[in-house]
C-alpha cells in the first residue's frame, strides 16, 4: 500500500488475545491517509480471542499460535513473519510475554500499548491496584518493547483522572477510550509524520 505522499506503508503485525478493540481503532486508522501502517497479519496466542473476527471482516491474514508450547518453532514463526514481509509489531491486548530471541529479531520494530501510567502498575491488574492504592490519575502508555516488561522505551501516555466511585471496570472502559487515541498519535510520532 502507497501513502499519499507516495511513501510506502510499514507492513504490520497486530498481536491480539482477546476484544481487539484497540486492534479494530488501529485498522481503522490504518485506512486512513494519514496512517503509515497497513495491517496485514492478525497474530493471537488464543484461538478465541474475539478480534480474531476482525480478521474476516476486514479480510486480513491471521495466525493462531500456541506461545505455551515451549517447542514451537519460534524460528519458524519468525520466518513466517518475514515471508509475509512484516516490518512492524503492534501488541494490541497481547497478554504473552515474547521472547528475547523473538524481541531481538525484531528491535525497535515492537510497540505495546498498556494500561497505566509507566513505569507505575507494570503487568497484569493495573486498574485495581491504582485503585487500592488510591492514585488520582491513571492512564495509559505506548512504548517499545524490550526484553523486561512493560520497560521500554516510553513513546506517549495520556493521564486520566480517578473519580470518586471509581471501579475497575469504569476506569478501564476510560482508559479504553484513551487508548485508541493514544495509539495511533504514537505510531505517527513514531514515523515523525
Ligand atoms: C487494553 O486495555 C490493553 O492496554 C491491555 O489489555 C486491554 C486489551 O483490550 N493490555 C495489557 O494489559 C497488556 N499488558 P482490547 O483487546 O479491547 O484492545
Sequence with gaps: MVLSTGINRIRTAVFISGT???LKSLIKFSKSNKSPISIELIVSNNAKAKGLNY???YKIKKKVLNFKNKNLSENKFISYLKINNIE???LAGFMEILSKNFIKKFKGKILNIHP???????GLNTHERALKNKEKYSGCTVHFVNSKLDSGKIILQKKVKISKN????????KILIQEHKLYQKAIIKVFNL
Excluded at 166 to 173: D, P, V
Design 55 to 57: 480478521a474476516k471482516i
Design 166 to 173: 471509581e471501579t475497575k471496570n469504569s476506569l478501564a472502559k
Design 88 to 90: 512492524m509489531i503492534c
Design 20 to 22: 481487539g478493540s484497540n
Design 116 to 122: 497505566s501510567l509507566l513505569p507505575r502498575y507494570k
